[in-house]
């Protein structure tokens, strides 16, 4: 019976230990970039890709301070002190109106103390666990996350992060969460405005620090700007936070700003930093973001029948009326006599000058 005993005892502190690592178990990352180059750093935009049309992200980012505490002595100690991670994003549009996305992060390398002697060490490669999304635009155009498209748009996204993340790393849960967004955004001249607003749920509550953690609101507020005479580079400001509405130690809050530069089509280069606001689990002290987004591009981006490669005018379409129809470049006024073909009665011949009374186009 003592042979047995002992196993049976081992075997709890088995599951004991384990208990307590899946407690100990709460994503810290707060922070994941968007999908495609229309949405701004986290805040995703309404838009997609289009029809079979892919989007991908890599993103690098470095943060201080992640979760802080104090230790039995009254010492300030910091389980998590400096964190590198990165995520990698892949989008494929879905028909006219939806997305398909998966982002992946990982944890390369972190570092922080021991809250007590018998804590298991923190793991310094991890990762995290993948989220999984779909996303509808609701109101809005169907022009791609490439095209210039004015006006406000509007999307649903739904998600769920899968349980793939380590133990004792602070990068996953072990627990499916879901979640939800509404997403708002304008454009106008090529400045954009964005808002977000969402819940995230955990199926399974955490505890770390003191702190329970169940269902969250997100939201985000994000402005992008064209730089005045350094084209194709734009500002960015964005304001991202979460909370539990059970005090500071619940609400995440982090500011960042940064540029993008469209290195060519489809492919451009973000950067940003911020602080952190508050001292809430996953809050760091600050943050710092580089990362490329790569979108495919429309080989035909006006719809003109005519490639970009070969087209003169990529983004006008070509009228095609018989004139110079080979160019890709619209010709309002084919015979150049200053009347519209739309109003000129003889649009490939001009009226001779003097010789238009009654400006219809043609020689009277």
């Not at 390369?108 to 993948?130: K, N, R, V, W, Y």
């Not at 940064?258 to 952190?276: C, D, M, N, Q, T």
């Not at 943050?287 to 979108?295: P, T």
């Not at 495919?296 to 129809?325: H, R, Y």
Request: aromatic residues 6%.
């Amino acid at each position: 019976m003592q042979p047995l005993r002992v196993l049976i005892g081992a075997l709890l502190a088995v599951l004991a230990t384990r208990a307590l690592a899946h407690a100990q178990d709460v994503d810290l990352e707060r922070w994941r970039p968007a999908l495609d180059t229309d949405g701004f750093l986290g805040v995703q935009g309404t838009r997609t890709p289009g029809p079979g049309r892919i989007a991908l992200g890599l993103f690098t980012h470095y943060s201080s301070r992640l979760l802080k505490t104090e230790s039995a002595a009254g010492d300030e100690v910091e389980p998590v002190s400096d964190r590198l991670a990165a995520t990698f994003s892949a989008e494929l549009g879905i028909a006219e109106r939806a997305a398909l996305g998966l982002s992946m992060p990982v944890v390369l390398h972190q570092s922080g103390d021991e809250i007590a002697p018998d804590d298991p060490e923190l793991q310094a490669f991890a990762p995290g666990d993948p989220t999984v999304s779909l996303r509808y635009r609701l109101i809005g155009d169907v022009a791609g996350v490439l095209d210039s498209a004015d006006g406000p748009g509007l999307a649903l996204q739904v998600g769920a992060s899968l349980p793939a993340g380590y133990d004792n790393a602070y990068a996953g849960e072990g627990a499916v969460r879901a979640e939800a967004q509404l997403l708002g955004d304008v454009y106008l001249l090529n400045a954009g405005v964005g808002a977000s607003i969402g819940i995230r749920h955990r199926f399974e509550a955490r505890d770390v620090l003191d702190v329970h953690l169940r269902d969250e609101m997100t939201f985000g507020l994000a402005v992008k700007v064209p730089v005045p005479g350094l084209y194709p580079l734009e500002g960015l400001i964005e304001f991202r936070g979460a909370t539990a509405f059970e005090g500071a130690s619940t609400t995440y809050l982090e500011l960042s700003v940064g540029a993008r530069y469209a290195i060519a089509r489809g492919l451009s280069l973000s950067f940003a930093a911020g602080p952190g606001l508050g001292e809430a689990v996953g809050t760091p002290a600050f943050r710092v973001i580089a990362g490329l987004w790569y979108a495919a591009s429309d080989p035909d981006s006006d719809k003109d029948g005519i490639p970009d490669d070969v087209d003169a005018c990529p983004p006008l379409p070509e009228d095609l009326d018989g004139f110079q129809d080979k160019d890709g470049c619209p010709d309002p006024d084919n015979d150049n006599d200053l009347v519209p073909d739309s109003d000129d009665l003889c649009p490939d011949q001009a009226a001779e000058e003097g010789a238009d009374a009654n400006e219809d186009g043609c020689t009277d």
